[in-house]
């Protein structure tokens, strides 16, 4: 890469680590699986492995997380001093920048020209959708690392003339830890082996190199398979069932999708009430990159970093559907979900913007200029808008004030630390107590969808246990108790102790 590149490069990842440490000044923001991430962190740190600390005693192994990012904060804690929580601050501060840097990276080996990483940096650190999920005490930025890591070291290794095995079997291994770090790690596992197998080389070395990828990417994969078989005597506890995406979840989808694809809320609004044009847009380009990539592979004389990215833009999105229709069908496509899928859309975008760019026509210039200055408007205009209201919230989700100063959270930490707390959301009470809770069971598994059994004896042992005192019960957006078991006659002699805020704690012991 040359120095006039490299340098404003770097000022732009600069960039990119100093809005992360001005947005973020009381730590990252915190979601439902960010208990699990520090919780199991803090697990590993005090010996008691990977595990469910955020839950009531017995500590039980996580098996549904894939735990490369915990171990990454369990390490970083280690060396710092750090609790794992501000070790997650830290290890973003160096991961934004770094993948600015690949992103830059990837967009000039794929092109040589000095525009393009520029530009590819610029839409990853500017673009909404791809900075607000690596503000969170979450997997996504890690995730981005290892994946733009496995695609360097793949276009590495393709352009080896002879004995690249070895570099392909690293990606792999970058793969496979990428799979630890998000189960949607999949989709380099659809997308590379494809790369090396339709290769225009004889087909014996097609082979070696899909299988050097594969031995690569199966030491993490066995690893945690193994360790799961062990401890939990199953491999991971995301059961396979079979539940269509519903209708929400899609439409949750379809306006992210706005939203990422249009820089104004009412242009956003617009394309999401077009019930028909945004899908039909999205069918229409699958069907077109699809056959793009099959008459690469049958034409060219060596597959590239394009081909790469589409054929990756694809694998994920499958990868994604799979995981919705038959292993967790609460999984919401929400932004943090399809990032991976703008950040390749992003990198096509770059690539096509300077194919237009070489055609050395004047309207097809014209129209690179001109498409290339809407991508930076839009990303520049939702970046404004999106700094100051992260700064302004002093922490997103449980890690804002409205969590930390909730009267309920307030009460429940007053309690005796023998207190048993049953609640509606064991991720919010650990990460703004540091308590460890239990989960209230509903009537109907939301997996399965089937009657839970032992539900009726749950709910008597929950309740018995509320009324001597020995138990309270946290509601968090739901204002009654009546909502969630049906029967109010259950309630009978069980005090609320404090409703505010739609938030309710019910028990008989006073905080």
Same mark, same amino acid.
């Given at each position: 890469?040359?120095?006039?590149?490299?340098?404003?490069?770097?000022? %732009?990842?600069?960039?990119?680590?100093?809005?992360?440490?001005?947005?973020?000044?009381?730590?990252?923001?915190?979601?439902?699986?960010?208990?699990?991430?520090?919780?199991?962190?803090?697990?590993?740190?005090?010996?008691?492995?990977?595990?469910?600390?955020?839950?009531?005693?017995?500590?039980?192994?996580?098996?549904?997380?894939?735990?490369?990012?915990?171990?990454?904060?369990?390490?970083?804690?280690?060396?710092?001093?750090?609790?794992?929580?501000?070790?997650?601050?830290?290890?973003?501060?160096?991961?934004?920048?770094?993948?600015?840097?690949?992103?830059?990276?990837?967009?000039?080996?794929?092109?040589?020209?000095?525009?393009?990483? %520029?530009?590819?940096?610029?839409?990853?650190?500017?673009?909404?959708?791809?900075?607000?999920?690596?503000?969170?005490?979450?997997?996504?930025?890690?995730?981005?690392?290892?994946?733009?890591?496995?695609?360097?070291?793949?276009?590495?290794?393709?352009?080896?003339?002879?004995?690249?095995?070895?570099?392909?079997?690293?990606?792999?291994?970058?793969?496979?830890?990428?799979?630890?770090?998000?189960?949607?790690?999949?989709?380099?596992?659809?997308?590379?082996?494809?790369?090396?197998?339709?290769?225009?080389?004889?087909?014996?070395?097609?082979?070696?190199?899909?299988?050097?990828?594969?031995?690569?990417?199966?030491?993490?994969?066995?690893?945690?398979?193994?360790?799961?078989?062990?401890?939990?005597?199953?491999?991971?506890?995301?059961?396979?069932?079979?539940?269509?995406?519903?209708?929400?979840?899609?439409?949750?989808?379809?306006?992210?999708?706005?939203?990422?694809?249009?820089?104004?809320?009412?242009?956003?609004?617009?394309?999401?009430?077009?019930?028909? %044009?945004?899908?039909?847009?999205?069918?229409?380009?699958?069907?077109?990159?699809?056959?793009?990539?099959?008459?690469?592979?049958?034409?060219?004389?060596?597959?590239?970093?394009?081909?790469?990215?589409?054929?990756?833009?694809?694998?994920?999105?499958?990868?994604?559907?799979?995981?919705?229709?038959?292993?967790?069908?609460?999984?919401?496509?929400?932004?943090?979900?399809?990032?991976?899928?703008?950040?390749?859309?992003?990198?096509?975008?770059?690539?096509?913007?300077?194919?237009?760019?070489?055609?050395?026509?004047?309207?097809?210039?014209?129209?690179?200029?001109?498409?290339?200055?809407?991508?930076?408007?839009?990303?520049?205009?939702?970046?404004?808008?999106?700094?100051?209201?992260?700064?302004?919230?002093?922490?997103?989700?449980?890690?804002?004030?409205?969590?930390?100063?909730?009267?309920?959270?307030?009460?429940?930490?007053?309690?005796?630390?023998?207190?048993?707390?049953?609640?509606?959301?064991?991720?919010?009470?650990?990460?703004?107590?540091?308590?460890?809770?239990?989960?209230?069971?509903?009537?109907?598994?939301?997996?399965?969808?089937?009657?839970?059994?032992?539900?009726?004896?749950?709910?008597?042992?929950?309740?018995?246990?509320?009324?001597?005192?020995?138990?309270?019960?946290?509601?968090?957006?739901?204002?009654?108790?009546?909502?969630?078991?049906?029967?109010?006659?259950?309630?009978?002699?069980?005090?609320?102790?404090?409703?505010?805020?739609?938030?309710?704690?019910?028990?008989?012991?006073?905080?």
């Amino acid at each position: 890469m040359p120095r006039r590149l490299l340098f404003p490069l770097l000022l %732009l990842c600069l960039l990119a680590g100093v809005t992360l440490w001005y947005v973020t000044p009381a730590g990252l923001g915190l979601m439902n699986d960010s208990a699990a991430y520090l919780a199991g962190a803090r697990s590993l740190l005090a010996g008691t492995g990977y595990s469910d600390l955020w839950l009531e005693p017995p500590l039980e192994p996580i098996t549904h997380y894939p735990p490369f990012y915990s171990l990454s904060l369990a390490a970083l804690s280690a060396l710092t001093g750090l609790d794992a929580y501000r070790a997650a601050r830290a290890l973003h501060l160096l991961l934004v920048p770094l993948n600015a840097l690949l992103v830059g990276a990837l967009a000039w080996r794929n092109s040589r020209r000095l525009p393009e990483p %520029l530009l590819a940096a610029a839409l990853f650190i500017f673009g909404e959708q791809l900075f607000i999920p690596q503000t969170y005490v979450m997997s996504e930025t890690l995730f981005f690392s290892l994946s733009l890591l496995t695609l360097l070291l793949t276009d590495a290794a393709n352009r080896l003339p002879a004995r690249r095995e070895r570099w392909i079997a690293l990606g792999g291994l970058f793969a496979g830890l990428t799979l630890l770090t998000r189960y949607s790690g999949l989709a380099l596992f659809a997308a590379l082996p494809a790369f090396w197998l339709l290769q225009p080389n004889p087909w014996r070395k097609r082979l070696q190199e899909t299988l050097a990828f594969l031995l690569g990417g199966a030491l993490p994969a066995a690893a945690w398979a193994a360790r799961n078989a062990l401890v939990a005597g199953n491999l991971t506890n995301r059961g396979l069932y079979y539940h269509p995406i519903q209708a929400k979840t899609l439409r949750d989808g379809l306006y992210s999708l706005a939203q990422f694809a249009l820089p104004l809320p009412s242009w956003q609004t617009w394309l999401f009430k077009q019930e028909i %044009l945004l899908p039909a847009l999205l069918l229409l380009g699958a069907f077109i990159l699809a056959g793009w990539l099959l008459w690469q592979a049958l034409t060219q004389k060596k597959l590239g970093l394009t081909w790469l990215w589409s054929a990756y833009l694809l694998g994920y999105a499958a990868a994604v559907a799979v995981s919705l229709t038959f292993f967790d069908a609460s999984t919401p496509l929400s932004a943090r979900i399809l990032a991976p899928l703008y950040l390749s859309w992003n990198m096509l975008l770059v690539a096509g913007l300077g194919w237009l760019w070489q055609r050395k026509n004047r309207w097809a210039q014209g129209a690179a200029l001109t498409l290339t200055a809407l991508a930076l408007t839009g990303s520049l205009w939702g970046w404004t808008q999106t700094v100051p209201t992260l700064r302004e919230t002093g922490g997103a989700g449980y890690a804002s004030w409205r969590w930390r100063q909730a009267p309920v959270m307030q009460a429940l930490q007053t309690l005796p630390s023998e207190t048993r707390i049953y609640t509606n959301s064991p991720a919010a009470v650990y990460l703004v107590t540091g308590r460890a809770s239990r989960m209230i069971d509903s009537a109907i598994n939301p997996v399965t969808r089937q009657p839970r059994s032992g539900y009726a004896q749950s709910l008597a042992t929950m309740l018995e246990q509320v009324r001597a005192g020995e138990a309270v019960i946290a509601l968090f957006d739901v204002p009654d108790l009546v909502k969630i078991i049906g029967d109010p006659s259950l309630l009978e002699a069980i005090p609320t102790l404090v409703r505010a805020q739609g938030d309710t704690l019910l028990g008989a012991i006073a905080p």
